[in-house]
C-alpha cells in the first residue's frame, strides 16, 4: 500500500511541554503479568506484516469495589508505572488497578457538589499517579493525587467543557479536543488548557482557512511527538493525516485505501442507519521513538445490517481496522480487520470488554505483535 507524502514548507518548533498521549477505549481471566507493558514487539518485518494480538492483562473482580459495574462506552488509561484507570461514559468514578492488574482502588463519586463528579467527559493522566477529569456537567477541571485525594478543583475560565476529548502534556496543560462555542475561538478545534487554572492558553489546529479541517472536532483525533509536532486526522472524507505544528502544517500522508473510498461531505452528510455507516479514523498513537504511527478506523461491519446504534448492537454495525504506517518509509506496513469489540488504548495495545461464564464483567488488554508474513506457498 503506497502513501503520499507530500514535503511542506518547515517552520520553527513551537516551545510546548513533552507530550504522554492518552487515549482510550473499549475493552476477559487474570493474565499473568507482574511487570508494567513492554513495547510492542516487531519481529524483523519491513512490509506486508501480520498482527497477532495476545493478552496482556485482566482486569475486574466479581464483587467488592473492584467490580466492573461501568456504564455506557468504557476507556481505559495507562501512566508511566503501569497503573490502568478504567472509567466509563459519562465518567462518575474511576477503577485504578494496578501493573499486575490487581485492584487498587476506586475514586469519585457520582453528584453535583464539591468534589463529585456529574458529567465527566474525559480523563487526561497529567502525572505518575495523578489524573484530571473534565466535567462538563459542572463545568469543572477535578485533579486528583497518586493516593486518589481530590487535589484540587478548578472551574473553567471563559468556555463551556462541550468535548470529550483530552490528550495529555507533561505538567499542567493539556490539549483538549472540542470546538468550543466561543465567539474568539470558533474555527480551532484544539486547544492547550491549563488544568490548575481552567484557562485556555492558546487554540489551534483551524478549521479554516488553507488547511480546513472540518467543523466536528471529534474527527480530528491527534498523536503527539516527542519533537512537540502532532498527527492529526485532518480529512473525514478520505485517509489523510497531518504532522503539525500547532497552526502550520509540514507533512501530508494520503493513503488510497479501498476500505476507505473517497466521498464529498454532500455524500457523507446524507446517511442514516437505513445505510452502512460511513468509514472514520477514531484513534492515532506513535510508538516508541516515533517510528511507528497506529491508525484506528472504524468501518462498516462485513455483514452489515440495518441497526439502531443505541440499541447497544453495535458489534453488527461497525468492524474496526488497525494498521501500522512506518514513518522511516511512509508504507502501511499491516492492516487488519477486527470485530468492533477490541480499540486502540495505545500504540500496540488493543482492550475490549468481555462477560465472564459467571456473568462478571471484564476489561481485556491485548499486546500486538508484528510478524512477518508468511511466504506463499
Not at 303 to 324: F, M, N
Not at 346 to 374: D, N
Request: charge should be negative; hydrophobic fraction near 40%.
Amino acid at each position: 500500500m503506497d502513501l503520499e507524502y507530500p514535503q511542506l514548507p518547515g517552520s520553527s518548533p513551537i516551545l510546548l511541554l513533552y507530550v504522554a498521549l492518552a487515549v482510550s477505549l473499549l475493552g476477559p481471566q487474570r493474565a499473568a503479568a507482574q511487570n508494567p507493558p513492554g513495547p510492542t514487539a516487531v519481529a524483523s518485518c519491513e512490509e506486508a506484516c501480520g498482527i497477532t494480538l495476545d493478552l496482556e492483562m485482566e482486569y475486574g473482580d466479581d464483587s467488592g469495589p473492584g467490580i466492573l459495574d461501568l456504564v455506557g462506552w468504557v476507556k481505559a488509561y495507562r501512566d508511566v508505572s503501569g497503573r490502568t484507570y478504567i472509567a466509563g461514559d459519562p465518567i462518575d468514578n474511576v477503577l485504578v488497578f494496578g501493573p499486575d492488574g490487581r485492584f487498587v482502588r476506586r475514586i469519585g463519586s457520582s453528584g453535583s457538589g464539591p468534589g463529585e463528579l456529574k458529567d465527566g467527559s474525559s480523563l487526561v493522566v497529567t502525572g505518575d499517579g495523578e489524573f484530571s477529569v473534565l466535567d462538563r456537567g459542572r463545568g469543572v477541571i477535578l485533579n486528583f493525587d497518586h493516593t486518589g485525594r481530590l487535589r484540587s478543583e478548578v472551574r473553567t475560565v471563559g468556555w463551556v467543557p462541550h468535548g470529550t476529548r483530552t490528550f495529555g502534556w507533561d505538567g499542567p496543560q493539556v490539549v483538549h479536543v472540542a470546538n468550543l462555542a466561543t465567539s474568539d475561538r470558533i474555527g480551532f478545534p484544539l486547544h492547550l488548557v491549563n488544568v490548575e487554572t481552567g484557562e485556555i492558553e492558546r487554540s489551534f489546529g483551524s478549521v479554516t482557512g488553507e488547511h480546513e479541517l472540518g467543523a466536528n472536532p471529534g474527527l480530528h483525533p491527534v498523536a503527539v511527538r516527542q519533537d512537540r509536532r502532532m498527527w492529526m486526522v485532518v480529512g473525514s472524507e478520505r485517509y489523510d493525516i497531518a504532522l503539525w505544528d500547532m497552526n502550520r502544517r509540514h507533512r501530508l500522508l494520503r493513503h488510497e485505501a479501498s476500505w476507505f473510498p473517497e466521498q464529498t461531505r454532500v455524500e457523507r452528510t446524507h446517511g442514516g442507519m437505513d445505510k452502512p455507516p460511513q468509514p472514520f479514523i477514531y484513534a492515532l498513537a506513535l510508538s516508541e521513538y516515533d517510528s511507528l504511527l497506529w491508525v484506528a478506523a472504524s468501518v462498516a461491519d462485513e455483514e452489515w445490517r440495518k441497526a439502531d446504534l443505541h440499541s447497544g448492537d453495535s458489534d453488527t454495525y461497525y468492524d474496526d481496522i488497525l494498521e501500522v504506517i512506518d514513518l522511516r518509509t511512509n508504507e502501511v506496513i499491516a492492516s487488519q480487520r477486527f470485530d468492533h469489540s477490541y480499540h486502540l488504548i495505545e500504540a500496540g495495545l488493543l482492550g475490549r470488554l468481555a462477560i465472564t461464564a459467571s456473568g462478571s464483567v471484564r476489561y481485556q488488554t491485548f499486546r500486538a505483535r508484528l510478524e512477518a508474513a508468511a511466504p506463499a506457498r
